[in-house]
């Protein structure tokens, strides 16, 4: 019989270290937030300057200097306990040849990797004393843009890095971006968004690794996709932010502790396994630490801001029909100069040639920008069927030589009409 204190005993004491070593290249959040000192208690007290001081010109020689003042606040890490049973069948064991410690430590580092992500960027799972995922806080905060289905290229560009896009939103608090994190099928968007001219908008980087490993990153800075199974696609596509604001400490090493004797329940306390009955002995593994985002006063927003924003897919409605209302030209009449907008979109007239009234034996052309609005789109099928209102190009009641419908993207579909010549 294998004794708690015989299976203790294979257990080597770099074990607790070489896992500790391994959690900031397994945890994205551990690599991204900047690390403070071992706490030595349960709780590490940050000072954070809430209030600035403020200085002013004087006049003259003998003009009262100024004063001012600043303020300080406390910001707490709290240390939390992370944990995982591990069941090792004593056969197992027994066997001499089998590295146990060489499976069991990166399922270890992987368990805890997974715990600390879901629970630091989306609040699953976090003990009740560590701050709101960032991920959640920052949709909270309004730091968020709706990625709709079907925008790429030029779509998708706006969406990061133009002026409201998710970029913007962490330097309009007055804070700089140090990184982002990326869902998996962010890859392919990336890869596929193309400008007009057909060219690739996001142009990856690549490494000085002898495997000339390919790097994505927006604006130099980097991209980090998580493969641990922590990241949740549906809620964020994309995380921007300044990670040095996040702030974690390391309390407890991972310890460990064998047990031969004993039972381990599941999620309703029923019996999973019984060591004893089974023939097993349970490996626990035990860590504790915690993080928190101490926000110091920023110049431009004072306190009440939040240095991440969030890229997040949303559902659209699609916009299926469409009405054309233009007024046919007339020798001697105003063209017309706007078009009416509709459910869900809004609509632009141009005329060729531009005139400022209609002149007579001339062709004109109408062209009629469609635009969807927010959270719509255009259906992949919409066609001539589907518009409305369109002049006839044949018959007796002939007002235009050809109509011409293209869906130029999701949100954009053009209508050309050259109508009949104008009387003489």
């Not at 290229?153 to 140090?178: Q, R």
């Not at 100069?337 to 209609?358: L, Q, R």
Request: with cysteine; hydrophobic share 40%.
């Amino acid at each position: 019989m294998i004794t708690r204190s015989n299976a203790e005993a294979l257990i080597p004491q770099q074990v607790s270290d070489e896992i500790i070593q391994a959690l900031p290249t397994a945890s994205v959040f551990l690599s991204m937030a900047r690390q403070m000192p071992r706490m030595t208690s349960k709780q590490t007290k940050i000072p954070v300057m809430t209030g600035l001081a403020t200085a002013s010109f004087i006049s003259g020689d003998t003009g009262k200097k100024p004063t001012s003042n600043l303020t300080w606040d406390n910001v707490y890490i709290t240390a939390e306990e992370l944990a995982v049973i591990i069941p090792i069948p004593e056969a197992v064991l027994d066997d001499s040849n089998y590295d146990i410690w060489g499976e069991a430590r990166p399922r270890i580092v992987e368990a805890f990797a997974k715990a600390i992500d879901a629970a630091a960027f989306f609040g699953i799972g976090k003990p009740d004393t560590w701050p709101e995922g960032i991920v959640s806080a920052a949709i909270a905060a309004g730091n968020v843009v709706s990625l709709y289905p079907g925008y790429t290229g030029p779509d998708l560009y706006t969406k990061v890095l133009g002026e409201d896009g998710v970029l913007a939103k962490v330097e309009e608090t007055g804070v700089g971006s140090t990184g982002f994190v990326g869902a998996q099928i962010l890859r392919a968007k990336l890869r596929g968004a193309l400008d007009n001219n057909g060219q690739p908008i996001f142009r990856a980087s690549y490494s000085n690794s002898p495997t000339n490993r390919m790097l994505y990153d927006l604006e130099g800075q980097p991209i980090v996709f998580p493969n641990n199974g922590a990241w949740d696609p549906t809620a964020a596509l994309l995380l921007a932010g300044n990670f040095d604001y996040a702030r974690y400490a390391i309390r407890q090493d991972i310890t460990f502790k064998i047990f031969d004797q004993g039972t381990i329940t599941d999620s309703e306390g029923k019996v999973a396994l019984s060591l004893m009955e089974n023939d097993c002995v349970a490996m626990r593994a035990v860590m504790r630490l915690g993080w928190a985002l101490p926000k110091p006063v920023n110049p431009m927003s004072g306190v009440n801001y939040y240095p991440f924003s969030v890229l997040q897919p949303s559902s659209a409605s699609e916009i299926g029909a469409l009405n054309f209302n233009v007024t046919a030209p007339v020798k001697g009449a105003t063209p017309q100069a706007s078009h009416d907008s509709g459910d869900g979109y809004t609509a632009e007239i141009t005329w060729n040639p531009a005139d400022v009234a209609f002149a007579g034996s001339t062709a004109y052309t109408a062209t009629v920008v469609f635009t969807a609005a927010e959270g719509h789109i255009f259906e992949d099928s919409i066609s001539k069927a589907d518009i409305q209102g369109l002049p006839a190009t044949s018959g007796s009641g002939k007002a235009a030589t050809s109509v011409n419908v293209t869906r130029d993207s999701n949100t954009q579909v053009t209508v050309v009409v050259k109508y009949v010549a104008t009387g003489a």
